[in-house]
């Protein structure tokens, strides 16, 4: 039981170019969401889902495309990458709406 | 929207001393009041939580105290140990996790 798993750990990007961080979790959770942590800025919520094929948008969503096709993988898509997303993102996912489980986080540099 | 601010940044205290932690929100509608902790490197871990129909709830060394009235909720941790040292952040919510709003953490030191 691996818990929350995030791909890649590490990624460096130039403006412009675009990725995908994949989220997975083995504990057949209904909800998932991703989130950005920034210094002395704590954890912001950029999207979530509440079940596979539904998204919706958290506080921070603009730059960032997410989908859900399967339960267990939620996908963070940067199309132009832009230095202020430089970043460390963290995936979660939860059985309900409260007690999320973390990933371990994805640190992402944008030159 | 959520505003949730969170006092001090940084504290540090003796091994054995209490800690107190505080966090001021300002939608009265807010309903859930989890506190995350964050060690250096790792990913943040739920250690307690409280909704608006509890005043306190304590877990061992820990406890969480809301005020719906003046809109501040505290985390109180006892007989620190050096492993306590974390960062911790407070968070509020109307929806639970679907619209959580993070404070921006509190650097705790625990010197032996």
């Known amino acids: 039981n691996a818990g929350v798993t995030q791909t890649p750990k590490f990624r460096v990007l130039k403006t412009g170019q675009s990725m995908t961080l994949l989220c997975a979790q083995d504990?057949?959770?209904?909800?998932m969401y991703w989130y950005r942590q920034d210094p002395g800025m704590g954890l912001r919520l950029i999207h979530y889902s509440v079940g596979e094929g539904t998204t919706a948008k958290g506080e921070v969503p603009d730059g960032y495309n997410v989908s859900r096709l399967k339960k267990q993988n939620f996908l963070l898509g940067l199309e132009s990458a832009a230095p202020s997303q430089t970043s460390v993102y963290f995936c979660?996912?939860?059985?309900?709406?409260?007690?999320?489980?973390f990933g371990p986080g994805t640190r992402l540099t944008v030159t | 929207g959520e505003n949730v601010e969170q006092h001090p940044s940084t504290l540090s205290v003796q091994e054995g001393d209490s800690a107190v932690i505080k966090c001021t929100y300002s939608?009265?509608?807010?309903?859930?009041f989890p506190w995350y902790k964050q060690e250096l490197g790792k990913r943040p871990q739920l250690i307690i939580d409280i909704r608006s129909n509890v005043g306190e709830k304590k877990d061992q060394r820990i406890a969480v105290t809301l005020n719906k009235t003046a809109k501040h909720f505290s985390l109180h941790i006892t007989e620190t140990q050096p492993e306590d040292s974390a960062v911790y952040f407070c968070?509020?919510?109307?929806?639970?996790?679907?619209?959580?709003?993070f404070g921006a953490g509190t650097r705790l030191t625990v010197k032996p």
């Open positions: 939608d009265s509608a807010s309903n859930y």
């Open positions: 504990m057949n959770h209904e909800y």
């Open positions: 968070a509020a919510s109307k929806r639970g996790n679907n619209d959580m709003r």
């Open positions: 979660a996912s939860s059985p309900w709406a409260y007690e999320q489980y």
